[in-house]
């Protein structure tokens, strides 16, 4: 009697599947009515997350970040260069944002991702907006030398929520980052000073040791599906191609709004809605910053 039994299952299986695959909208909203998710979360509860900071060692700073099966690698590196006569104090932080054909079946070689330069922009915006970064705290020596920081985040599986995994990835890795220890030769030009150098080809030291950098306003965030009268948030790919409505909301460690993007579908013309929205970014932001903080502890020891 056991065979039939577990004959009918998967023929059941089969049929819930077909229905999934051929109307994805009717099956998510037939969830939607259940207030439960086609994965099991409830509609406002984020995926399970994950921070490991120093994930490249041969970069000045990085980190790993996964949510849900999303996951990013960000690897920050450091030269020295020749600040602009506009801004002689100043450093310059470069922003770019990759999805490597691995990431995604959608994703073809020889092409880049039609989400590649959207969330680059994004992460760029963001991360000049929230005045995380003083720029002036990158200068070496005023009109002659600074630092070019580059930002480089890949994402390795794209399953959703690209922009908040690749951000909390980004912001991650800064709270990582070790500044270069640098000194100025007797040519007059900064140069990287390691243990074994000492001070035997310096004449003065420029940064005597490496530093962290300071992080003022850490920005976070949570992107929500719009659908009718419900709020989804952290969607998954196959939500996201179900729902054509998605907010971003983007808040510092205080909860204070930074910014806010929305792709697809009508006008929001519910206030409501957005205070909703916000109210779930402040609940994930003291999730996200928790476990940043830990993974940060976990480092100084």
């Known amino acids: ?36 998710r086609p994965d099991g979360r409830a509609l406002g509860k984020s995926r399970e997350t994950s921070i ?14 996964k949510i849900g099966s999303t996951t990013m690698l960000t690897a920050i590196k450091m030269e020295v260069m020749t600040p602009s006569l506009e801004s002689p104090n100043e450093g310059c932080l470069a922003v770019d944002f990759f999805m490597p054909p691995i ?31 003083d720029l002036k705290e990158l200068s070496l020596v005023s009109g002659k030398a600074a630092w070019m920081t580059y930002l480089d985040i890949y994402c390795l ?48 030291p420029v940064n005597k040791e490496k530093r962290k950098l300071t ?6 965030s949570l992107t929500c599906i719009l659908h009718k009268n419900y709020i989804v948030a952290d969607p998954t790919a196959e939500e996201e191609s179900i729902v054509e409505t998605h907010l971003t909301i983007v808040l510092d460690a205080s909860g204070q709004l930074i910014s806010l993007y929305k ?13 909703d929205c916000v109210a779930l970014t402040r609940q994930r932001v003291k999730e996200v910053k928790g476990l940043l903080d830990k993974e ?6």
């Open 1 to 36: 009697m056991g065979l039939p039994k577990s004959s009918e299952d998967l023929s059941s299986e089969m049929e819930v599947d077909a229905f999934r695959r051929l109307f994805p909208l009717r099956y998510f909203e037939r969830h939607l009515a259940e207030s439960i």
């Open 52 to 65: 490991f900071l120093g994930a490249v060692s041969t970069a000045n700073g990085s980190a790993l970040v």
């Open 103 to 133: 990431c995604s079946p959608i994703v073809r070689p020889g092409r880049p991702a039609e989400a590649s330069p959207v969330v680059s922009k994004q992460l760029s915006d963001t991360i000049s907006s929230s005045r995380m970064i």
């Open 157 to 204: 599986d794209a399953d959703g929520a690209l922009f908040d995994a690749a951000l909390l990835s980004a912001v991650a890795a800064l709270s990582h980052l070790q500044i270069p220890a640098v000194a100025m030769n007797d040519d007059g030009k900064i140069v990287l000073v390691s243990n074994e150098d000492g001070q035997n080809q310096t004449q003065e």
């Open 215 to 220: 992080l003022r306003s850490i920005p976070f």
């Open 263 to 275: 792709t697809g579908g009508p006008v929001l013309a519910y206030p409501s809605t957005i205070q």
């Open 296 to 301: 940060n502890s976990a480092m100084e020891v």
